[in-house]
Each structure stands twice: as C-alpha cells, then as structure tokens.
C-alpha cells in the first residue's frame, strides 16, 4: 500500500509548482517503496504505543503523591476554619 505524499514548492516569484509523490523522485523499485512505506508505518505505530505506554506510567505514578491528599468533602471545612499558620498558642 503506497501513500501518495504530495509536496509544493514555492518559487522565488510566487507562483506554486506541484511536483507528483516524494517516492516518484526515487529510484527505488514499486516494491522498495512500499517495504519503506511499511518500515516507516510499523516504526511509527511502535514509536505511538511506546509513548502512550511512558504516559499511562507516569499518570500511574501520580496516584502515589495524590493519595496523601485529605479526603474532605465540599461542605466539612467551614470557610471561616483557621489555618495551621494563623492558629495562636500560648
């Protein structure tokens, strides 16, 4: 399966040429292509799971700090509680 990848370029002068697929600029057989077409597809979907599997590890690791937090619920702390740092001793 051959994914035709189109390409502009831009002349000095403003006007567009459209210049047909990257692969018709190679000298690589139809089956070459498609082999680095393939190569290129299992390469990225390993690449996109190796990355999502990184982000579910560190999503994992940040239950630990959040299971220290306090489980108040809204509505226990009336607004006007005092803080650590304002309560008075002595």
């Given at each position: 399966m051959?994914?035709?990848?189109?390409?502009?370029?831009?002349?000095?002068?403003?006007?567009?040429?459209?210049?047909?697929?990257?692969?018709?600029?190679?000298?690589?057989?139809?089956?070459?292509?498609?082999?680095?077409?393939?190569?290129?597809?299992?390469a990225r979907l390993r690449a996109l799971k190796i990355g999502l599997l990184i982000m579910a590890g560190l999503a994992l690791l940040a239950i630990i700090p959040a299971g220290r937090l306090p489980n108040y619920l809204p509505g226990e702390i009336p607004g006007d509680a005092p803080t650590g740092s304002r309560l008075r001793t002595g």
């Open positions: 051959s994914f035709p990848l189109a390409t502009t370029l831009s002349a000095p002068q403003g006007d567009v040429r459209i210049f047909g697929t990257v692969m018709e600029w190679t000298t690589a057989s139809p089956q070459q292509v498609d082999e680095a077409v393939r190569v290129n597809t299992e």
